[in-house]
């Protein structure tokens, strides 16, 4: 019945890998902000007062970095970049759990570095943890969640 909210991305809006979206949203979100912060302050100091503007600046950075992802992730899934690409991404994943839920979960981790900017780094050493054994030791993305 709940195969819909959990499971296999193929079916389900969360997934395993809406953990490793957060923690990926903690670290683009802030990296988005440095970079809008430094540029605004430089080109543009009268928005310094508008922090309202510079945080929705960052929403569309971060916005717009998830959907980039998606967009190419969509095209791996498909098998543009070969069959072994394909394989390892073990089908095309669900729209919801692509269009809605993925980039909420970026934005939910970016509201998360900027309430706990210590929690960044760790954010991306398990980010970073996280990619590398799914994608040099696991055989495919969905071999943990088949696992549980």
């Known amino acids: 019945m709940i195969e819909w909210l959990w499971g296999l991305k ?4 969360f997934d395993v890998w809406t953990i490793v979206h957060i923690f990926s949203g903690m670290s683009t979100g802030h990296i988005v902000k440095r970079s809008n912060g430094k540029h605004f ?6 928005l310094n007062l508008l922090k309202s503007t510079n945080f929705r600046i960052d929403l569309f950075g971060i916005m717009f970095l ?7 992730e969509h095209y791996l899934e498909g098998g543009l970049a070969g069959s072994a690409v394909e394989y390892w991404f073990q ?17 939910f981790g970016y509201l998360i570095a900027l309430k706990y900017p210590a929690a960044v780094i760790p954010a991306r050493i398990l980010a970073v943890t996280w990619l590398l054994i799914h994608i040099f030791v ?3 993305s969905m071999y943990l969640h088949n696992f549980i």
């Open 10 to 13: 193929t079916v389900a809006i």
């Open 41 to 46: 302050d430089k080109h543009y100091p009268y």
């Open 66 to 72: 998830a959907y980039l992802w998606e967009t190419l």
């Open 91 to 107: 089908g095309v994943e669900f729209w919801p759990n692509r269009l809605i839920t993925d980039p909420l979960m970026m934005l």
């Open 138 to 140: 696991f055989p495919h």
